[in-house]
C-alpha cells in the first residue's frame, strides 16, 4: 500500500467497516458469488476515497489475485467503475451506487442467459418426447405434465425476471436514494 494512503489494515477497519463488508458478502453468497466480491463491495461502498488493488488487498487481508478477481466480476456488473489519482499510474476503484445500473447488470450477465438456456432444454425435452414418444419414457403422458409444469415455472420466472428489468429501466425520483 502507499505510504500517502488512507488506508488502515483490515484489524483497524472501524465497526461501519465492518458491518457493511460482512453484509455484502452475505448478499454475495447469496447471489451465487464468491464472498470476497461481497468484501471488496463492502469496503468500496464504505470507502470515501478511492481504493487501489493493493489497497483493497491488504485492508481485507486477501490476496492480490483474489481482490483482481473480485474486482473482475464487479467491473462485470458495473458494481465498480475505475479512476485514477494523478500521480500516480494505478487504477482506483470506487463503488458504482446506481442500484439500477447494477442490476441491470447482474441480470443481463448472470440471469437472462440461464434462463435461456433453461427454455431451450425445456423446447429440447419436448421434442424428444414427441419424436420419441413411448420409446423415450415409459409413461409418456406423466413426462407431458411434468414438461407443461416445467414450462409454466420457466414462464413464471421468464415473467419476474422481465418485471425486474422493467422496475430496474424506470428513472428513479430525485432524493430516492437510488
Do not use: C
Not at 3 to 27: C, G, H, K, R, W
Not at 42 to 53: F, H, K, Q, V
Not at 73 to 84: G, I, K, P, Q, S
Amino acid at each position: 500500500m502507499s505510504e500517502d494512503s488512507n488506508s488502515t489494515p483490515a484489524s483497524q477497519l472501524n465497526p461501519m467497516e465492518q458491518a457493511l463488508i460482512d453484509f455484502f458478502m452475505q448478499v454475495a453468497q447469496f447471489l451465487g458469488l464468491p464472498k470476497s466480491v461481497g468484501q471488496i463491495f463492502g469496503l468500496l461502498y464504505a470507502s470515501e476515497p478511492a481504493l487501489s488493488l493493493d489497497d483493497i488487498s491488504e485492508r481485507l487481508q486477501i490476496s492480490r489475485g483474489s481482490a483482481s478477481t473480485g474486482l473482475t466480476y464487479l467491473r462485470r456488473f458495473d458494481a465498480v467503475r475505475t479512476t485514477f489519482v494523478l500521480g500516480d499510474r494505478r487504477e482506483f476503484y470506487q463503488v458504482e451506487t446506481d442500484t439500477s445500473r447494477i442490476a441491470q447488470s447482474f441480470l443481463a450477465d448472470q440471469v437472462d442467459p440461464d434462463i435461456q438456456a433453461w427454455g431451450e432444454r425445456l423446447r429440447f425435452g419436448r421434442e424428444m418426447l414427441k419424436l420419441a414418444g413411448p420409446l423415450a419414457v415409459a409413461n409418456p403422458e406423466f413426462a407431458d405434465s411434468r414438461l407443461a409444469l416445467l414450462e409454466r415455472w420457466h414462464g413464471d420466472i421468464t415473467g419476474a425476471v422481465k418485471l425486474m428489468h422493467e422496475h430496474f429501466r424506470k428513472p428513479r425520483e430525485a432524493g430516492s436514494g437510488q
